[in-house]
Structures are given as C-alpha cells and as structure tokens.
C-alpha cells in the first residue's frame, strides 16, 4: 500500500472480522472490533456465540496493555448498557486506555442508540462515526432487519437450468449444478440461522439440509417447513412467511411453492441464483405465481451486487432494492 | 506495444476486418485482409456485399506499389481459381511483389484448398498458415458450417426474466429487456442472414425484425416463417430446422415453439440469453420440450464465450460443444 492505512481500510477489516460472527451471535448483532496502535494491529474481536463475549472485549483481551492510547475500528456504537452476561462495553474501552474510536453505525437499541457515544466522548476519547455504515450495515443485515423491521432477513435460493427449469419435467434434479456451487450453497447455509423448505421439497427429496463443509458441521441451521400441516421430528412448522418468530435470517431453499410465498409477500431480501449451462426444456419452473399484474411492476426490484463462475455454473446474487 | 507485433497480432487485426463483410458477402466466405510493410499497415480488405471484391483485391488496391515486398495477414487461403466475376487472388498477391503471407485456416473449397497455398509458395512468396485458425473459423462460423455441415449456423436469442420466463402468464413481453439489450439485438439481426419466428409469434406480435439501427437499415435479414402451413407477403415458409436452404446464418427470434425446434433438432450453435433482473413468477417459459431424457444429457453441452452487462440486463453468449 502507497499511503498509510484510512479510517476506512482499518474500518474494512473490522467488517470482515464481523462476519465471522454470523449466524452464531444471534439474537446479539454480528459486531466487528479492530485495535491498532502505531499503525499495527493489536487486536481483534467479533461477537462470540450467543453474543458473548462482544467483539470489543475480546479485541481488548487481545490487545492487553497494548490498547492503552489505541485506535478502535468497531462495525456498531459499543454498547452503554451493562449486562449480567458481561460489562457494558464503551465502558471497558474508556478503561483499557482507548484514545480515538471509529464506529461505523449507531445502535438504534433504545438502551444505547447514542448513549455509548456520549459516554465515550465524555471521557475524552475522539470518536468518529458513520465510517463505512453502508458496509457494516449489509454485514449485519440479519440483525438490522430484525431490529428495523421487526422479520427474519431471508435468503432465497433458486438452482435452475439456462431456460429457468429447477427441474426436469418428470421432477429429476439431480444434479443441474455442479459440485462447487453445490459447495457454496452449503457455505450460506452456514450464514444461516434457519432453512426453509415447503412440504413438496420435503416428500420429494426429504433433505437433510446440514452443511456438509468439513470445521462447519455444527453450523446447520434449525430446519423449518412451511406447511398449514404439522411438521415432522427436527422440523418446525411455520404456517405463512410472516409467522417465522425469533430468527435473524432464513435461507429459502425450495420449492417453486415455498419461493413464491416468499416472494408474494415480499419478504425476500436477497437472491441467489445458480446457474448451470444447461438446457431443459418443459421442465419444473422455479417460480409460480408471485402476484405480479403488470411487468412494468417486476422492474426495478432487484439489484446485482455479485456475479462469479463457480466451475461451470454461474452465481448471480441480487438484493432487493427497498427505498426509505 | 512494448515489443514489435508478432503475426498473431496482424492476423487479429485481419480477422476483426473480416467481420465487416459479415453477413453480406453470403454466399461468400467474409474473409479479412492486411498488408503491412516495415511494420506499417499500407491496405486493409474485407470481403464485399455479395463476395466481390475479394479481401485480398481490396486491400492490393489500398496499397497500392506499397504492395512490393510487404507481408500479407488474410484469415483465408487466397482462391487459386479464376472467376467471371474476378481475378484469382493467388495471383495477384504474386503479381504485386507480396513476399510473405501469413494464413489463418485453408480453404476447403477443393477448387483452392491448399492449391493457393502451393501456388504462392511457388512464386517463391514464404508462407506460414495456421496463425490462428481457431479465431478464424468463429468469425467465419456460418460460411464454414455450410462448408462443412450443409447447414446454416443458427443462433437462438432468448430474452427472459431471472426465473427463465419470456411473457407473463397473459402473454405480456413489453418489456422484460431494456433498451441497451434490444438495441444488441437489433445489432445481432444486423449480423445475420436471415430471422426466424414461429407462427405463434407472428400472430400474436407480428414483429417487424427490421434492424432499427441508424446506418444499419439496410442489413435488414430475410424474414423466415417456421410452419407447416404457408407464410404471408414478406416472409418464407419453412417447414422445419431441417429444410433451410441457401442462407448462411439464421437468428431463431422466437417463441419457445421454434426455439424448441431447433433445439430438439440440435440445430442451434449458439444461445444468446439477454435477461432482466427481473422475476414474473408463473410466467411463459423459454422453452417447451427439446427431447431430453436424462439429466445427465445436458450437460456438456454449452460453453460460455462473452458474458457483459447491458444496462441493467446481463448478457450470456454460448456456443454448442461440438467434438470432432
């Protein structure tokens, strides 16, 4: 690098160590935390499973006496409040010494939303904010839509030939993607606090849905079928895409029926579309009616924010486009 | 350029000149020409509106007495038989003193194939051949497909949405695509003999097919008809893939019926798939059945060779995997 390290290169960092948190750290925000000191990194930290610790207590662990006149890098507004489960963070910064602080975003939790900023700025420490937010945001995306929205931020899945097809008109599936982009859908159920399928995907293909990634084993989501039925042993039913309770982020796997609930309601945030280069022709559509009266209405939703070949296949990742 | 061009650099050039004569030097081959003395260009050629002038004629005339002892770049063996219409091109790279030819593939033709070369050869004129044949023969994909398979080269144009759907439910199709991608169509109809439609699309959007590009007006293909029945003023029956004589490449436009057809007959040598980010949900598919029995049949099948975005709709080109 040419010139000395930005607020914004440090600030990236501590979004990347933010996502190692996801989908883990739920129903606590997937928070990043980067220490520098002199220009070298002393420490790092990322919210730990079940929230605990957050990622500035373990950054100060790390960084130890070294955090004393340090630069923090954090992806959210340390938190104000203390907690039986550990110590109100901006606290244990202004402790340990910490001399300027960057944050990305504010906590809009009532129990700090600014409160920690105050506080920092009280104690004479310089903060900067809104380093990245955008970024941080997105890295955060399951919370911050529980928290804003009051719903799961929800991932749906689409597989499909060239012609749109997710399977051969007889039902066969097997396989239309290949191997590394089956791999890669095993990495966002990872991300992933819930899977979902319909019960069609269920009797058809009766899928573990576990993530088959060595060192990921005990990432696999708690699976939920959407069904008006009951669901069987080590599924939860969920009647409707509204009803989903007490889950950050859902991955929408299949069918065409629980995909176009998803999407009639409009509750799908993002898109992953796998394509093989393939061709079927009068196979299985990946979508039935989502509810759409005129196209002009289908316009403008979508917006590609990822496009890469994974073996032969393709992956476009599309994020819904929502305005205010 | 931080070294001096090497063959492959001249012959890249003469095959992007050679895709000027396409598709009006049918029956022709578009062939591209370049002379170069002491590392300048002194003529350019490529083959004109109904085969004649030749590549090479028209680049001797550009040069000129440049001519003497330059090197020649021509992405097809020069013809060694004279015609009614013009002189042997052999000969007169050989009466204007060319001293080094470089070709890219030899023409099958057998009133020339390898007779030009042994011509020039000689004459005492070096000639290396070979120099990227490959590059060659796809800039000239339909006049060697008729060359070699009898048949034109076909090109199927889909335009759908992310879940692979050409119209809504009702048929709606205006419009899935935006602007730049229907202006790279009308440029990819510039590019071929003809377009095809079914009956289904000319009844229900009796389309003009007219290339609505300014300077390309008269580009305009000849307009075939897929049906068993008879094609009203303008347009030519046929009455399957199987039957089109005497046109060199053909756009199949539309719909899934036609696209479908050509597919079933393996008769498509490459997919150009234009589409929105956009989802309809129970919409019209791309396709209807194309003979597929297996899953593991389709696969293996389609290579992607360009993928671009076109305002907000990407592109995909595929070229048929053809062994042997």
Redesign the interface.
Known sequence: MQRPPADADWMAVAIALSRRGRPLSAPNPNVGCLIVKDGRVVGRGWTQPRGRPHAEAMALAGAGEAAHGAAAYVSLEPCAHASPRGPCCADALIAAGIARIAIAAQDPDPRTDGEGIARLRAAGIEVVTGVLAAEASTAMAPWWTRQLAGRPFVTLK?A??????IA??DG?????TGAHARAHGHLERANHQAILVGRGTLVADDPSLDVRLAGLEDRSPTKLLLTSGKAPDGWTAIASPESIDDVDSVLVEGGAGAA?AF??TDRVDR?L?YR????????R????????T??SQ??G????TD?R?LG?D?L?V?ERVREG
Do not use: E, Q, V
Not at 276 to 283: K, V
Not at 301 to 304: F, P, S, T, Y
């Open positions: 689409l499909t030939s060239l012609d749109g097809c051969m008109g066969s599936s097997r396989w239309i176009s999407l009639a898109l579309l093989a280069p393939i061709l079927i022709g009068g196979g559509p990946a979508l039935g009616d989502i509810g759409l005129d196209l289908a316009h939703r979508w917006r590609l496009s070949l032969s393709r476009d599309y």
